[in-house]
């Protein structure tokens, strides 16, 4: 699996999300401004509710859609042993008891993405704990793990 199919995993993720978001705005944007839903009385707010739930949806929309844009132009370069990690690199890390994947991109952390071998890769920000660490380290290089496994990790790898 190349870096390039995790783009296009990426991608259709963030695409059907766009969906289901514009899809919700819309459908709140409508119930906000449906005759049915007009004020009876001056405590009956759900008119207002459906519009700040549109909005909300909105703005989410917004930046998936801003995500894709990013991800689409995202350079995926070749690392060698010594370059340091930056977003765009597949690292593996390894500790005593497991090996783990992390890919590095510029928005949608947590997403699980499937490896060729039936492994998972956990797409994370440079902005998270983990992301932090990585940044500017190579292969060789020592980081803590985060949440709960505190322990020392190796680069292993860097893609």
């Known amino acids: 699996m190349t870096k390039e199919d995790l783009r296009h995993q990426i991608l259709r993720h963030l695409q059907a999300e766009l969906d ?13 401004t449906s005759e049915e839903s007009r004020a009876e009385n001056k405590y009956d707010t759900h008119s207002q509710e459906a519009a700040y739930l549109a909005e909300g949806q909105a ?3 917004t930046e998936a859609s ?7 132009t995202l350079t995926l370069p070749a690392y060698h042993q010594q370059d340091p990690i930056a ?27 499937k490896l060729e071998d039936g492994r998972t890769a956990l797409l994370i920000r440079p902005t998270s704990p983990m992301g932090r660490q990585l940044l ?5 290089d020592q980081v803590q793990g985060t949440g709960r496994d505190r322990s020392l990790h190796t680069i292993s790898r860097v893609v």
Request: hydrophobic share 45%; no cysteine; proline share 2%.
């Open 20 to 32: 289901n978001l514009i899809r919700g705005a819309q459908l709140a944007h409508d119930e906000a």
């Open 87 to 113: 977003i765009g690199a597949l690292v593996e890390l390894v500790s005593a008891k497991e090996s783990t994947w992390y890919f590095l991109g510029p928005r949608a952390g947590g997403l699980e993405l």
């Open 136 to 140: 500017g380290k190579i292969t060789g």
């Open 59 to 61: 703005r989410l929309a």
């Open 66 to 72: 801003e995500a894709i844009s990013l991800f689409q």
